[in-house]
Every structure is written in structure tokens, then in C-alpha cells.
């Protein structure tokens, strides 16, 4: 069973960065594409950025450029670094892992198969 804890959001004005985090369990990075999903009040649930289990990354279009993720196999901790935040990128934040990356990076295709969901943590940006 694949445990996944984030941590990290909090309140930030607009231009402004942060780095959310996410404990997992052992041997998940090994085995998983991790990801980071976001949704909004009112919104669906929209992919961020996924990393497979060899470090390929990929990012959807309203955040490239803007935010990094990564991960540290040594401490089991997937990160998502954002920066130059913007109003629209208030939402409550997800790590997820899955037994392959998905390609597009939607929620209706990540979870066509077995997926795992943390908490979540709340992003919120002021104007």
C-alpha cells in the first residue's frame, strides 16, 4: 500500500514561491510515476506535473516554466518548487503516484488505473 503525505502549502502574494512536498512510503519512487494534481473550489481536479520512476519530468502548459518538480530517493520526498505564483494557481494541492506516468495529463486518464491520492495541501495566492 502506497502511503503518500504532503506538506508545504500556506498563503503567499502573487510573484511569490513555494515548495510543497510529499512523504512517501518505501520503494514507491521505484515502482511509481509520481505526479502533482491541483483543484480549485468549484473546479475539476487538473494534473500539474508528473516524474517517472527514471526522473523523466513532464509539465501541463499553464505552469511550465514556472514550477519544478523533483524528487529525492533518499528520502522518499517528492517536491513541486513554484514560483512566480499567480491568483489562478489557488487550489488544493495533491501528490499522487501511479504504476505509469499518463500521457495527457489529465485526471480522467491517471485515474484509469490503480492511483494513490495524499491529503492534500492548500496553495493560496492573494492579488
Known amino acids: 500500500q502506497v502511503q503518500l503525505v504532503e506538506s508545504g502549502g500556506g498563503s503567499v502574494q502573487a510573484g511569490g514561491s513555494l515548495r510543497l512536498s510529499c512523504a512517501a512510503s518505501e520503494y514507491t519512487f521505484s515502482r511509481y510515476c509520481m505526479g502533482w494534481f491541483r483543484q480549485a473550489p468549484g473546479k475539476e481536479r487538473e494534473g500539474v506535473a508528473q516524474i517517472a520512476s527514471d526522473g523523466t519530468t513532464s509539465y501541463a502548459e499553464y505552469v511550465k516554466g514556472r514550477f519544478t518538480i523533483s524528487k529525492d530517493n533518499a528520502k522518499n520526498t517528492l517536491y513541486l518548487q513554484m514560483d512566480s505564483l499567480k491568483p489562478e494557481d489557488t487550489a488544493m494541492y495533491y501528490c499522487?503516484?501511479?504504476?505509469?506516468?499518463?500521457?495527457?495529463?489529465?485526471?480522467?486518464?491517471?485515474?484509469?488505473?490503480?492511483?494513490?491520492w495524499g491529503q492534500g495541501t492548500q496553495v493560496t495566492v492573494s492579488s
Open positions: 499522487t503516484a501511479r504504476r505509469y506516468c499518463s500521457v495527457p495529463l489529465t485526471y480522467l486518464y491517471w485515474t484509469s488505473a490503480t492511483n494513490y
